[in-house]
């Protein structure tokens, strides 16, 4: 799709600066953007630089005085880009509506108005898939699990029995629901695995990465609130539960029976151990280690994660710690000679 610059403003509602009559087809950051692409400059920090841009047009909260390219100034900047984004998308082979031939599905399976099989997909014995739903290829749904209405399954994802899925949920290729979890007891001198006979809640609108691991509850079930959206290579322990809206970067783990509330924030490569409550609105920082419960609005850091200001401080002080072991050598050895003086005089 190629439009207008006075197009494109109309579509996203933006006052235009400048010239409309060019055309974009694409968008793109503002040192790569070429003249038939739109560019996007979401803070001041990028304003220097889109007089160097070869961009056709900058999508951008305020006007820049003197800027050689037509502006698209808009109340947000980045719901903007979102819209340029799926204007310009890839056009892909539309999905067709129905069963494929090389699938397979089980008894008393149903399945929604307007919904697609992929090729090789396996749908066990009493699966409910809902209306515009989309399973890819190769993907394996297990038996009694109940997936809703316009969700996305990509390729090689397994869904194991008994798990339900909201509507508008999203899992990323060759992801895994409802695995056993990892839960042992040493029994006669042998780590004997409890069983897991809980499934796995995922509500509306979540959206897994590709190469995530969530697994079911020993009883209950391990729950994903609503609006949540998990980063690539995640693990999710057995019978947590998280909140809604709550952003989980990459390889995090979440170790078992953990609670986190709504609107948490887990960066990547953090770890939690089990049995830990997160309270509503936490930031953890990227490579921190949680090893006690965290009250709201928290935000913490390091291993063991503690408040992000003691560890910033932590930080600066072991910067010096160089320095000050210079100066510890240095005053030790004025100490050694003003004794040693002492005793010579003695």
């Known amino acids: 799709m190629e439009l207008t610059i006075s197009q494109l403003a109309e579509k996203l509602g933006a006052k235009l600066a400048g010239s409309g009559s060019g055309k974009v087809g694409a968008a793109n950051s503002v040192a790569l953007a070429q003249s038939n692409e739109v560019t996007f400059a979401g803070s001041k920090k990028f304003f220097p630089l889109l007089r160097q841009s070869k961009a056709g047009a900058v999508i951008i909260g305020q006007q820049v005085e003197n800027l050689r390219m037509p502006q698209l100034i808009v109340g947000n900047v980045d719901a903007a880009l979102i819209n340029v984004l799926n204007l310009f998308a890839p056009k892909l082979k539309d999905v067709p ?185 936490a930031m953890i920082a990227a490579k921190s280690t949680v090893f006690k419960s965290l009250e709201a609005g928290g935000k913490v850091m390091g291993t063991p994660a503690i408040d992000s200001r003691l560890e910033l401080r932590a930080i600066a002080f072991r910067k010096r710690l160089p320095e000050l072991s210079k100066q510890l050598r240095d005053l030790t050895s004025r100490i050694e000679r003003l004794e040693s003086s002492k005793d010579n005089k003695s």
């Open 97 to 281: 509506e129905g069963i494929d031939p090389t699938a397979k599905t089980g008894q008393d399976v149903k399945i929604g108005k307007g919904a697609y099989i992929g090729p090789k997909a396996v749908i066990d014995d009493g699966v409910e898939i809902g209306k515009d739903t989309i399973v890819h290829s190769g993907s394996k749904i297990g038996q009694n699990t109940k997936i809703g209405e316009s969700c996305q399954i990509h390729s090689n994802v397994v869904i194991y029995h008994n798990c339900q899925l909201g509507n508008n949920v999203i899992i990323q290729a060759n992801s895994t629901i409802g695995s056993v979890g990892y839960g042992y007891a040493l029994i006669d001198g042998k780590h004997t695995l409890i069983p897991h006979n809980g499934g796995v809640v995922i509500e509306d609108c979540v959206e897994i990465g590709a190469n995530c691991c969530v697994d079911r509850a020993k009883f209950n079930n391990t729950v994903i609130g609503a609006g949540t959206k998990i980063d690539n290579l995640v693990q999710i322990g057995h019978n947590t539960v998280i909140g809604k809206c709550c952003l989980i970067v990459g390889q995090t783990g979440i170790a078992g029976s953990c609670k986190l509330g709504d609107g948490v924030v887990l960066s990547g490569q953090v770890g939690v151990i089990d049995n830990i409550d997160i309270g509503d609105g």
